[in-house]
Structure formats: C-alpha cells, structure tokens
C-alpha cells in the first residue's frame, strides 16, 4: 500500500527553465511534508518543508505547494540548474513533524545544459 | 562538523545469520531513526530512539531491532537474516526541540547489506 506517491519516475528540464515534481499522497492524517534530494552514493538531503497548515513555502530557488484536498504537492525549481540533476523524494509524516517518515518512490530529475 | 556516518559501508552475509549495522549521529543531535531502502523503492521507516529508547516503529518483524547508547549512537540488528533484507541501509539523526531545525533528519549514506 503506497501511501505517497511519485509517478513520474523521471525528469528532463533544460538548464533554465523550471522543474515541477509532483506528489500525491492518499493517507489524510498527514499533515506534514519534506521534499529530499539525493546525490549517488550520499544519503538522502533535506531541501525543503511545509506544514499542513499552509499551502506554499518557499526557500531561494524552491518552493513547495500543498494542495490538501486534492492531497496533493508539488516542488518547483526555478530556474533549474545542472547541480539540480539527482533523484528528488516527496515524503510525509502524520506526527506534526518530520519524523517517522513514508517517502515516495522518487523522481529522477536530469537537468541538461 | 562531522554528519551523520555508518559503518560499514557494505556487507555480505548468508540467509540466517545476524548483523549489526552502526550509526554515528551529526554533533549534536539526540535522536537516531533507521530506514530501509530496496533497490528502486523509497526509504521506509523501521524505528526510532531517543534518550535510549525505541520511541516509534514502523510496520517491521521483531528480528529488527535496535540500540542507542548514552553518547546517541546507535545500531541496528536483525536476527534470522532473509533474502529480501538485502537492501540500503539508511540511519538519520535529529535533535527534538523548538524551532524550524528541530526533528529535520539528516541522513548518512547508508549500508549495503547484501544476503545470500
């Protein structure tokens, strides 16, 4: 039982433009969201959050958007940098934090020049 | 600042045997949670401690278990080994406390365990 999910498994953005990833999830205890980036090789790394409480967060060149009644979110980048090319996971909590996580499957985003 | 390291790095073992996976928190963070990755799949939560403590579990036999000891490291056992326990092994750390940093994992780059 997937309860976040990632359905495009991969990404191809020109350098530039903006890279949009998305994520549905179907468990609405959820309440809070992460998106990670990994690197091959490297653990996982943290790029950016939001609560449930709000629909959009925005960090430099990232933002992400929560639609909760559609269960729904989404990363954009912008612009998209070849740097930006790893795989990027969506994942949940239902503890009001960002612990006890269920990550998606992961996008693989390429960013070409 | 070091971050968050395991040890080791790969491993190969045979169906039934026992394994112990180690995990170094990133300075100053309390808390330690285990994750496995299969090959293609995301991270999934197997549990958590704090203050030595297992705090939160995820949907895992018994054979998994683990250990935080007083300086917050931690390691993972698992008993009985199968074929489908191979996978990446991922520890992260977090401190608990207030603020926008607080619980934000931090993951190390994992284990590969590898059965036979």
């Known amino acids: 039982d997937q309860q976040v999910k990632q359905n495009s498994p991969s990404l191809s953005v020109q350098e530039g433009r903006i890279s949009i990833l998305n994520c549905d999830y179907t468990?609405?205890?959820?309440?809070?969201f992460l998106w990670y980036k990994k690197y091959p090789a490297e653990g996982p790394t943290f790029l950016i959050s939001i609560s449930s409480i709000k629909d959009k967060n925005e960090d430099g060149r990232f933002t992400v958007f929560l639609n909760k009644s559609a269960k729904h979110l989404s990363l954009h980048i912008v612009p998209s940098q070849p740097g930006d090319s790893a795989v990027y996971f969506c994942a949940a909590s239902d503890t009001g934090t960002a612990s006890k996580l269920t990550f998606g499957t992961g996008t693989r985003l390429q960013v070409t020049l | 600042d070091a971050g968050v390291t395991q040890s080791p790095t790969h491993l190969i073992k045979t169906r039934g045997q026992q394994v112990t996976l180690r995990c170094s928190p990133k300075?100053?963070?309390?808390?330690v949670s285990w994750y496995q990755q299969a090959l293609g799949q995301g991270p999934q939560f197997i549990f958590q401690y704090y203050e030595e403590e297992e705090r939160q579990r995820g949907n895992f036999p018994d054979r998994f278990s683990g250990h935080q000891f007083p300086n917050y490291s931690s390691e993972l056992n698992v008993n009985a080994l199968l074929l489908g326990d191979s996978a990446l092994y991922l520890c992260?750390?977090?401190?608990?406390?207030?603020?926008?940093?607080?619980?934000?994992?931090?993951f190390g780059a994992g284990t590969r365990l590898s059965v036979l």
């Open positions: 300075s100053g963070h309390d808390t």
């Open positions: 468990n609405s205890m959820f309440d809070y």
């Open positions: 992260a750390s977090s401190f608990r406390g207030w603020g926008p940093e607080s619980d934000i994992q931090y």
